[in-house]
């Protein structure tokens, strides 16, 4: 790799947090491919966006987004407001058009459980006001989130919410039209369908590849996902 290797940002999605994204860092750091996780506050990808572009404007070099799950959405309005970006890759994550909110994009995919696990939490916004926040039920956790996963409990036990309002918020321009992107389908996802996760992918025209893994997979199968960055990254 040369001094110009891009900078591989990499987004968590919902009932997640930077740590999913620990075996991949350090696979890309075995390959010279430099890598930091991005904290996301999962409140829409509207204002997530925002801040993880403000992030990669920063960086010195060309960069490639990476998004998990909700991710994706973040990734892609990210792609629209730093120019130094140069590629995406969805990891099992959602990929919309201009218009798209990702509830209608889960209505359009073949039904699944996940939403039985969500429970909601009414929290306060700091202005007076409330906002509902949704995280996965801790002991389903394991069955509709990481069923691969080792210590998936644990995982559930250190979930991040995510506001109720991200799922409705409408996306902006699909970045991936413009840019090369890859995609990654997990074929025992509880959470995204992968038939959803192809259709997008296809969509996209991505580099894609499947992966026998679940949701999180970026957990269970850190080597598989870094293998499709890598490939982005060159």
Partial sequence: MTDKTPTVVLVHGAFADGSSWSGV?????????????????????????????????????????????????????????????????????????????????????????????????????????????LSLAVDKFPALFAADVADAEILGRFQRPIAAAAFEEKSGPASWKRLPNHYLVATGDQAIHPEGQRTMAARANATTIEVDASHAVSVSQPKAVADLIEQAVR
């Fill in 25 to 133: 860092i350090e696979e890309l750091a075995s390959r010279g491919i430099p890598a930091l996780a991005a904290a996301n506050e999962l409140r829409g990808a509207g204002i997530d966006g925002s801040r993880v572009a403000a992030l990669v404007r920063e960086i010195d070099g060309p960069v490639v987004l990476v998004g998990h799950s909700y991710g994706g959405a973040v990734i892609t309005t990210a792609a629209n407001q730093a120019d130094n970006v140069t590629g995406l890759v969805f990891v099992a994550a959602f990929a919309p058009d201009e218009g798209e909110s990702l509830q209608g994009l889960i209505g359009s995919f073949p039904a699944n459980d996940f939403a039985s696990g969500l429970v909601p939490h009414t929290l306060p916004t700091g202005d007076g006001g409330e906002e509902t926040f």
